[in-house]
């Protein structure tokens, strides 16, 4: 809204209510009420998480099993109160309420109050970590818009070389942990026991995590996973290279770079969608007026 | 054959009949019905190379053991098939066969075959597995071909350089080995039993990987282990960082690559060999007539 | 003071007496004196701190319990009788034993004596390693002050892309663990306790760590930690690109960058602090005349 | 010597003899003579490194030790023989005897005579490997001379860099390890057992090696293992940008490289250093005539 600009003759006039003002506040960032409501929604969200993890630890939660209900109950009313807000400034309700983010929101509260109705079903209520998702609606907030948008763009623009790469991986880990059984699997004790078991290994081995549940054993495996780390480790440079050198001169004939201010957090009030551009008077969408 | 120009007075006149229609079908990827065919090729490939690993898992074989026999036979069946159909339409039989690809083929269903005249012979289908190399063939559908050249021809530049880099990782392996030997191997339980099993641990340390079956016990021997960490570490960014600014430069300098449309899946109707250029009349590697 | 050239006529005076003398070899290192000064000063820290390694080495501190505390006292007073000396020098005595170097001097000092005082507060000795610190003032000396800046200064600019960067990873982290606690948690003496623990093997495998303490052991397991490897191994790429490419893009478009000559071991007398520019006549902190 | 100018009159005259002849066999390799010299010895070097493996293998030194001593005791006689040839053909012998190649090939042979002196020396045969080192003098023959120079320069030009990174791991280390030690060297059965064992943990996590022998087991240890990973790896990130970008903007302002043909080869007859500029006409550090 904010970014009409006033001298326009025909600009879209700003709706009245205190809806609209609500809106602002809980679906933008642009005004101080809406950036402080997001800071406080972060940390709710982040609180709720570190309860739900430290829940997950036994010793803790016996200790403090009552103060994590407590707050986990806390936070799910706020996140209720939250939705319900949402559901009524929003334009279009049932959009809002069927879109990604709405039934993330959803599923953020509602195991909790499963858990009332049925009571063996806590396993599941590890599902509320969901909300951590709901993190990335606040994130509009900060400059890192911009960067976000840059490594996405450039994960976009090197998705194919990625496909390329991964494919040449998956093979190589096809052939490399069906060569592995092939040597190591025959012996009683082998740690390689099956081609995913091998395939499992030849992962761990090329991503160099190495956990070491699963090593060669034999002089021949031992030569074979030797050829293959060194070998794996001078591939490794390539595609780095190839993608460095790309991304260099894609940069270098690009005009200057000019991030849109304020713009990135404009949400379309019909279908929540998000990335218009600054000179946008509708939304690319859903077609409604923004 | 798609590519000769029709103004050409002289153009090779297309060879009539059903052979020619099944070769474009089989062999190349021009055509729809090529792609199709191409497409469910490959889908036979993974789901009978998913079939062999899966019947590599002792759990899986006891329940399913009758699912995988017969899936097996029929993908078996399926390439028997399709084997049959290649040799018949292929142009020069006996040079296809002996083919690489050819041989791949033969070997992907033999195995099967001889499993019926001899009994004890199932260690020997893993051999089956190479019947991954054949989705390499499939794989010039896709617009993944110019990635894959980029790939190839970024490692053949620098293949020097990788040769030169893999030198100084091998002699540095041999000497740290052989220092670690010494240093570790005088204790009776030290893992460091032979200077190739401490090259093996020399090998699994640089390049990160890091399993842990094998690792210094002594303080010497730790001291050397964490300064070839560090040294092997920084000097990693060398190499990445010459090959980068080589690669960059190199980008920089050629002309705006335009990728030849559709010529990569050309294969000689003689030899079945790829990759000649789109104004190619004649086969470069046995001088036939495309 | 060097740097105040001869032909400007209101130059500063130089403040005459041996205090001054004595401030160019502690605090500066232009001066011959001054350099050796910080190299001896230097040997003592990293002696200082060897002795204190070893020292928590059992083995070698029964053999060699009296040196190691004969070398401790030594390198005590030899940084009492430093310290003393750096306040009966330093212009501002407070702001000087205040400052961060001054605070740390004291600490490397105090509870060696303290250890007189309190009987039983040997543990708490190690706190004597912060000397180590100590070193940062010395490395004024070499040329490495141009290297260590623009490290910072690269670590600086791409600090929000870090922080994106960091962001992408912990949500992942988060994300990955909740699923693995989920998928092995279930499993009796399975290591994945807890979600913070499950977090934890994310974080080791993710950066490729992979100590095999936490290891998946079902297969579903195995499958996610295979794809997080993968997928997270290919997505590291990325982010070095971005920066490389900033960083390439950047350097070109600066004008030659010519490092002021000697000027960054300048201190300001009256706030210790440092990175003046070469032709400042007042300290940009404290307004002080330097 | 082939490389001075026909055209030029006062061309250095070529030394006649048979001793001459021999020397650019042995000590050169711009002739097809020198050439396969190379190649053989390259051979040899290998082939009396890999029996020197092989016979640290216990299982196979009681099979084959008869053999194995026969292989090193021909390639002892071999290098003997080319040791003597050298000091024979080169023009100041004892400069050549007490240069780093010649004591290098006096060490390769030295302990198989010492071990029929002295009977219990077997332990020092390990000191043969240093064969190895030979290789290099050896590599001259190929084209990756250029290759190896642009890598030695290239770690030369960023010498200061990787110095001022190692001091940043280095000092990290100490601080962590540091840390780690007093969080988790209070338990009984800890693996952080002092500090620099705790350092050696460091090293192995930093460097993302990871053996798993030592591995934290407090929650609050594991925080911290957590965080230094993590941070560590955003870290990494930035030298290999800084060092990436230096090489790529140094690339771009350098002339086109030509490198010198065949001059590297061209050993000094007096002092046997090589690296002589190709229109050197004396040897830039004995100034010997060329």
């Excluded at 809406?34 to 036994?58: H, Y």
């Excluded at 334009?91 to 809002?96: E, H, I, M, S, V």
């Excluded at 995590?209 to 780390?229: E, H, N, R, S, W």
């Excluded at 218009?276 to 690319?284: E, W």
Aim: proline share 7%.
């Amino acid at each position: 809204m904010s970014t009409s600009p006033p001298d326009v003759p025909n600009a879209i006039p700003k709706r009245a209510g205190w809806r609209e003002h609500w809106y602002e506040i809980i679906f933008e960032a642009d005004t101080p009420a809406g950036k402080l409501f997001d800071v406080w929604l972060l940390a709710a969200i982040m609180g709720s998480v570190v309860v739900l993890m430290l829940e997950s630890v036994e010793d803790l939660d016996e200790k403090f099993h009552a103060w994590f209900d407590a707050l986990e109950w806390f936070f799910t009313l706020v996140f209720t109160v939250e939705y319900t807000a949402r559901i009524v400034v929003a334009r279009r309700r049932w959009r809002y309420m069927f879109s990604f983010f709405g039934l993330v929101d959803l599923v953020s509260i509602l195991p909790s109050y499963l858990m009332l109705v049925i009571p063996g079903a806590e396993r599941i209520t590890v599902i509320r970590m969901i909300r951590l998702l709901r993190a990335f609606r606040v994130f509009k907030i900060a400059s890192m818009i911009a960067e976000a948008r840059l490594l996405r763009e450039a994960i976009i623009a090197s998705r194919s070389k990625i496909a390329v790469f991964l494919s040449c991986v998956v093979i190589a880990v096809v052939i490399v942990g069906t060569a592995m059984y092939t040597i190591e699997g025959t012996r009683d004790d082998s740690p390689f026991t099956s081609i995913p078991q091998s395939m499992y290994w030849a992962v761990v081995t090329m991503t160099t995590v190495g956990y070491g549940d699963i090593a060669p054993q034999t002089a021949l495996g031992k030569a074979l996973a030797a050829a293959m780390m060194l070998f794996g480790y001078s591939l490794i440079i390539v595609p780095t290279g190839i993608l460095t050198a790309e991304l260099a001169t894609s940069h270098q004939d690009e005009p200057p770079h000019v991030p849109p201010p304020k713009a990135p957090t404009l949400a379309c009030p019909e279908c929540m969608a998000e990335g218009h551009d600054p000179d946008a008077g509708f939304c690319k969408f859903c077609g409604a007026k923004l």
